[in-house]
């Protein structure tokens, strides 16, 4: 009752997987073209990328406009490829939900974030991100997540359900919000700050 009829391509577009796209995900062959293409997709049509199972190896990507980054999976695991890889960096809100992130430098790099943005992380997993060695030393505020102070206000950032285990930071947000909310979370192997919240 109060079901609408549709198309079964119609019900096909309301979603797209990596996979759609080229991706692999056997954890050899890089896909990081074919993630990029689904990532356009997804942020051009304000529909969901959903990630089967697998691991994606997968250097940098960046997000092409302002949309609402929306990604969904079980237990798929995304492999950084390369060196000093910043995954993503949104201009958009971001809705993450099931994934595994490892070996990035930085995850995601909230510079650019817009005034209304609304953040969320779901049930994921990071481990040995945010660590670089620069002349034997260590470059300050490089996390999974960062951001440095020329941000726009962030509205709201909820972490939920999440594990994190790597080394430097874990989240290092320098900008201004208005609700940040980590619950849930454990923050493990953290050679300074596991979080860093707030305006300068």
Not at 112 to 117: D, E, L, P, R, V
């Amino acid at each position: 009752t109060g079901a609408v009829d549709t198309t079964v391509q119609a019900k096909l577009r309301e979603s797209v997987s990596v996979k759609d796209f080229g991706a692999v995900g056997d954890g050899v062959t890089d896909d990081t073209a074919a993630i990029q293409a689904a990532v356009n997709h997804g942020i051009t049509n304000s529909i969901e990328v959903h990630w089967p199972d697998g691991v994606y190896s997968c250097g940098a990507l960046t997000v092409p406009s302002s949309g609402k980054l929306i990604w969904r999976s079980d237990s798929a695991e995304i492999k950084e490829t390369g060196t000093d890889i910043t995954l993503i960096s949104p201009t958009g809100s971001v809705d993450i939900e099931g994934l595994k992130f490892t070996d990035y430098t930085v995850g995601f790099n909230f510079n650019s974030i817009s005034a209304n943005a609304q953040i969320r992380f779901h049930n994921i997993s990071v481990e040995n991100c945010g660590t670089i060695d620069v002349g034997g030393g260590r470059v300050d505020f490089n996390g999974f997540v960062t951001c440095g102070t020329s941000a726009n206000t962030i509205i709201s950032f909820r972490l939920t359900d999440s594990y994190f285990n790597g080394d430097d930071f874990g989240i290092a947000y320098r900008g201004p919000f208005k609700s940040f909310v980590v619950e849930g979370s454990d923050f493990n192997g953290f050679r300074r700050m596991a979080i860093m919240v707030g305006d300068n």
